[in-house]
Each structure stands twice: as C-alpha cells, then as structure tokens.
C-alpha cells in the first residue's frame, strides 16, 4: 500500500502523521502495522449499499463515504509508519556512530586525528538524532540521547583544541619562553588555540592601551564625536613618554592622541583618554562586549613619574582576550575598525611581530606590542596564503629574540597546518 502516500510532500506527510498521532493512541511501530493491515482488510471488503435518500439527508449534508474514511485513516497509518521508520533509521544510525566515537576513544596514543574523528563521530550521531520529530515514539528516548552525545560532544571538543595547542607548548620551549608564558592564536572564522591563554599575565604594559582605544571608537560613534574635537591634556597625565608630538600640556585632536598611544605607544596620551573616558565607562564597555577579565583601572606610568589620580587596582587581561578584540577589529565587528586596522599598521615600534615574520609566509598587517620591567608581549595580525590571522604571546623574563623567534615558529606552523 505504499502508493497511497506516493505524490505526498515530506512536509504534508509529517503534518497527516502528526495529526493521526494525536488523534489515535498507538504506541510502536508494530501497533501501527496491526493497523494497517487491519485498514487494508475493511478496504478489500465490498462496500456496504447506499440508503436511499431522505428529505433529512437533502437537508443536511451526510458523512464521507465509510470507504473514503477509510482510505484517509490509512493514509495516515502509512504517513506515521514512514515517519517512524525514518525515526528509528536515524536513531539506529546515530547509535553506531555514537559507538564508533567510544571506540575511536579508547584507542591508545591518542593523535590530533583521532581526536578529530570522535568529535566527527559525536557530531555526526547528534545530526541523526536531530531527524527525528518530536511527536515520534522514539522521542523521548531521542531527547535523552541528545543530552548524553551533547556532553560528549563538548568534550571531545575540548580534546580536540588541546590537541591542536600542543604545538603551542612545543614551540614556547624551543624558542626559550618561560613556563608561565601566554599564547593566543585565531584565524577570523574563530577557529582558536591557546596556551595558558586564559591566565592573566602579572602585568599586560601597554597592551592595554588596545582595549582603551577600542573604548574610544565605541564613545565616538555611538555619540557622534568627531575625532579632530580637542581635549586638552592635563599636565598631571605627562610621565616619561615616546610620543614626539605630544611634550607640553595643550589641546590636542582625539585622532592624535588615539594614534600616539597606538602608533609610538604614549603613555601621556593614554592617561589623558583614560581620564576623558573614564575608567568606569571603559570597564562597562569591556564588560557588554563579553570581556570577562580585560579592565583598565590604573594609569601608565614610565620609569619614576608617577601621574595625577592613577586610580586603584591593577589593570588586566589574557592572551585570549585580546586576541579576540583584534578579531573583531579585523573583522570589523567593533566601532571604528578601518582607523583602528590603519593605526596598528603605522606602528612605530617593529622590533617583535614585524621583524619575527620577515622570512616568513606570512605577511604583516599590523601589531601592538607592550614592554614593561615586568612582562613583554604583542598581539599582532598576519596573512597567510590569504587568511587573516590573530597572533598574541606574553611572557615574562624572556627578550626579543625568544619572543621573535616564537611568533616565526607560530607562523611557519600554520603555514604547513591551515587549520592547525
């Protein structure tokens, strides 16, 4: 009888089984095939004769015809059987792949692709388990399932990102980082690894002035600030600085001040946007915008002169974060992304990210590094075979060449490793 439904859409056909389902009571596969067949024998019956008309059936229009009854009640039954023997195909499948998962698990000397394929495997059972409807038998029993390969799923995903950063931990020790060394790395798909990039360095210098300078955007576009408005810079904002423009307390556009900080990494002109900001507008900022760690409480400072009101606690971030705010700035998902893209790009300091990729695939596109007595470090943007990626390592003791050397090594790996 599987030419009754012939003709009927996937769509129609769910909507015939859902509505059977909830009009009858049938609770398995086999219950339904009982009747069916039951339906098939009342079809092959003759039909009983029609009663002559009345003045009442004149009146009043009569049922369907029994055999039409019929025949819509099994095309129903025959809707419902496809819709659960599609129901318990997938299940079924979902279950072998789910088995094929554990079994890639348990293998010994666990690799990156065998880790790659149980996380396959888990994905692939829970699509399955996705294709079958809610109003099937095996619902239920479909609904705990997808929990259980949910669980496993994220964790074989975790498995996965450990096994792709590996490389990470490999490369921080050749090139002679130290063990308390952070290391982010993103393409813009956000496909990430990481090595400690959670963990907060003991200070990020003034990789700071980053989030401080994506603040500003955000201030100037939502309230329509034009960036050649001036801001004077007070004299209690001045500390040992590199800035060459900015050396005497006056009005200065906040274009300038947003490329000093960026481009010759001034001090005075960060202390100045912090006090135009304000630190409780940046934090709130950093904060809607999911950044969990990342806040700037204390100004910057050079090698003695400590400026006015430096403010309380100390300023913070990880490797993660702010690999993920260069991200969204080359992806341009933050405010004032292509002056934030041209102002890394003008960088006057080259002496890490830069000089680490010359020699390399990879090609620059832009950089902030951070230097104090406590920590270096730089997050910086690079193209390789024409993908963008984010690349943050801060350590501390280690110098320039380690660190030079390890972004190369980052780089030359990708360059193999597109995916990582």
């Given at each position: 009888?599987?030419?009754?439904?012939?003709?009927?859409?996937?769509?129609?056909?769910?909507?015939?089984?859902?509505?059977?389902?909830?009009?009858?009571?049938?609770?398995?596969?086999?219950?339904?095939?009982?009747?069916?067949?039951?339906?098939?024998?009342?079809?092959?019956?003759?039909?009983?004769?029609?009663?002559?008309?009345?003045?009442?059936?004149?009146?009043?229009?009569?049922?369907?015809?029994?055999?039409?009854?019929?025949?819509?009640?099994?095309?129903?039954?025959?809707?419902?059987?496809?819709?659960?023997?599609?129901?318990?195909?997938?299940?079924?499948?979902?279950?072998?792949l789910?088995?094929?998962?554990?079994?890639?698990?348990?293998?010994?000397?666990?690799?990156?692709?065998?880790?790659?394929q149980?996380?396959?495997?888990?994905?692939?059972?829970?699509?399955?388990?996705?294709?079958?409807?809610?109003?099937?038998?095996?619902?239920?029993?479909t609904?705990?399932?997808?929990?259980?390969?949910?669980?496993?799923?994220?964790?074989?995903?975790?498995?996965v990102?450990?096994?792709?950063?590996?490389?990470?931990?490999a490369?921080?020790?050749?090139?002679?980082?130290?063990?308390?060394?952070?290391?982010?790395?993103?393409?813009?798909?956000?496909?990430?690894?990481?090595?400690?990039?959670?963990?907060?360095?003991?200070?990020?210098?003034?990789?700071?002035?980053?989030?401080?300078?994506?603040?500003?955007?955000?201030?100037?576009?939502?309230?329509?600030?034009s960036?050649?408005?001036?801001?004077?810079?007070?004299?209690?904002?001045?500390?040992?600085?590199?800035?060459?423009?900015?050396?005497s307390?006056?009005?200065y556009?906040?274009?300038?001040?947003?490329?000093?900080?960026?481009?010759?990494?001034?001090?005075?002109?960060t202390?100045?946007?912090?006090?135009?900001?304000?630190?409780?507008?940046i934090?709130?900022?950093l904060?809607?915008?999911?950044?969990?760690?990342?806040?700037?409480?204390?100004?910057?400072?050079?090698?003695?002169?400590?400026?006015?009101?430096?403010?309380?606690?100390?300023?913070?971030?990880?490797?993660n974060?702010?690999?993920?705010?260069?991200?969204?700035?080359y992806?341009?998902?933050t405010?004032?992304?292509?002056?934030?893209?041209e102002?890394?790009?003008?960088?006057?300091?080259?002496?890490?990210?830069?000089?680490?990729?010359?020699?390399?695939?990879?090609?620059?596109?832009?950089?902030?590094?951070?230097?104090?007595s406590?920590?270096?470090?730089?997050?910086?943007?690079?193209?390789?075979?024409?993908?963008?990626?984010?690349?943050?390592?801060?350590?501390?003791?280690?110098?320039?060449?380690?660190?030079?050397?390890?972004?190369?090594?980052?780089?030359?790996?990708?360059?193999?490793?597109?995916?990582?």
């Amino acid at each position: 009888m599987a030419a009754v439904v012939a003709g009927i859409g996937l769509v129609q056909m769910l909507t015939i089984a859902n509505s059977f389902s909830q009009s009858s009571n049938p609770r398995s596969l086999d219950e339904l095939y009982k009747i069916r067949d039951r339906l098939v024998t009342e079809l092959e019956q003759p039909p009983s004769p029609s009663p002559e008309p009345t003045l009442l059936s004149r009146l009043v229009p009569l049922a369907a015809n029994p055999q039409e009854q019929l025949l819509q009640q099994l095309q129903a039954v025959e809707a419902q059987i496809l819709v659960e023997q599609r129901a318990n195909d997938n299940l079924q499948q979902a279950v072998r792949l789910a088995n094929r998962a554990v079994e890639t698990k348990r293998q010994q000397n666990q690799s990156l692709k065998s880790s790659q394929q149980t996380q396959f495997f888990w994905h692939q059972a829970l699509n399955n388990l996705q294709e079958v409807p809610q109003y099937s038998f095996l619902a239920s029993l479909t609904a705990s399932k997808t929990q259980e390969y949910r669980e496993n799923l994220t964790a074989a995903t975790s498995q996965v990102q450990q096994a792709k950063s590996d490389f990470l931990a490999a490369v921080a020790r050749e090139s002679g980082l130290s063990g308390k060394a952070s290391i982010g790395v993103c393409n813009l798909s956000r496909q990430c690894v990481n090595l400690r990039g959670d963990v907060p360095p003991v200070s990020p210098a003034s990789l700071i002035k980053l989030p401080i300078a994506v603040a500003l955007m955000q201030k100037v576009e939502k309230e329509k600030i034009s960036l050649k408005q001036e801001v004077f810079v007070n004299r209690g904002n001045f500390t040992e600085d590199s800035s060459t423009q900015i050396l005497s307390p006056k009005n200065y556009p906040l274009q300038l001040l947003l490329e000093e900080m960026i481009d010759r990494s001034s001090n005075t002109a960060t202390n100045q946007l912090i006090d135009y900001l304000g630190a409780d507008y940046i934090n709130q900022f950093l904060d809607n915008r999911g950044y969990q760690v990342t806040r700037v409480n204390f100004k910057l400072m050079g090698e003695k002169i400590m400026p006015s009101n430096p403010g309380s606690g100390p300023n913070r971030l990880t490797a993660n974060e702010l690999t993920e705010m260069m991200v969204q700035i080359y992806n341009g998902e933050t405010p004032g992304a292509k002056l934030l893209i041209e102002t890394l790009n003008r960088q006057y300091d080259r002496a890490l990210g830069f000089a680490a990729l010359q020699g390399t695939k990879a090609q620059w596109l832009g950089e902030k590094t951070g230097q104090n007595s406590l920590v270096l470090g730089t997050t910086l943007a690079m193209s390789i075979d024409d993908e963008a990626y984010v690349m943050t390592v801060i350590d501390t003791r280690s110098g320039d060449l380690q660190m030079r050397q390890s972004i190369s090594k980052i780089a030359d790996y990708i360059s193999r490793n597109p995916g990582f």
